[in-house]
């Protein structure tokens, strides 16, 4: 499997599919994601993962862009989702909401050792909240 097939996998099989065992192994035991009070571990990740299939069933993902060099991984990712959990201190809504974030990886030995994202926060909670429409209400 590549580098890209690699990170495509971790998100198909992570949000989509809960399959923790995958992102166990995909992962390097001592995995760093460079966000602050982000994961620290492959056991980390895992756990991250659950807080988010909490708040977001039918979650899927699609690989808006990737690409890859050097054993650097840079994608855009859509995440489309019912909002069923607590989210940033919003209870369930019920709301559909889709939104867009970017995530870089470093691939060492077929495993991914680093990330470094951007989650749009502030979007998220506005789309939570009702600020603004999402993209699956203005069609």
């Known amino acids: 499997m590549n580098d890209k097939e690699l990170v495509t996998r971790f998100f198909v099989e992570g949000y989509t599919n809960k399959n923790y065992e995958f992102i166990m192994e995909c992962?390097?035991?001592?995995?760093?994601?460079?966000?602050?009070?982000?994961?620290?571990s492959n056991a980390d990740a895992v756990e991250i993962l659950k807080i988010v299939a909490g708040q977001f069933s039918e979650l899927k993902v699609e690989m808006a862009d990737i690409f890859a060099e050097n054993g650097m991984v840079a994608t855009r990712v859509l995440?489309?989702?019912?909002?069923?959990?607590?989210?940033?201190?919003?209870?369930a809504t019920g709301k559909k909401i889709r939104f867009e974030a970017l995530e870089n990886f470093k691939v060492t030995d077929g495993k991914i050792t680093e990330s470094w994202g951007y989650w749009p926060d502030k979007q998220i909670e506005q789309l939570l909240r009702g600020e603004v429409a999402t993209e699956v209400e203005q069609q």
């Open 79 to 91: 995440y489309d989702g019912i909002h069923t959990g607590t989210c940033m201190g919003i209870p």
């Open 27 to 40: 992962l390097a035991e001592d995995y760093f994601d460079h966000r602050p009070a982000a994961a620290r």
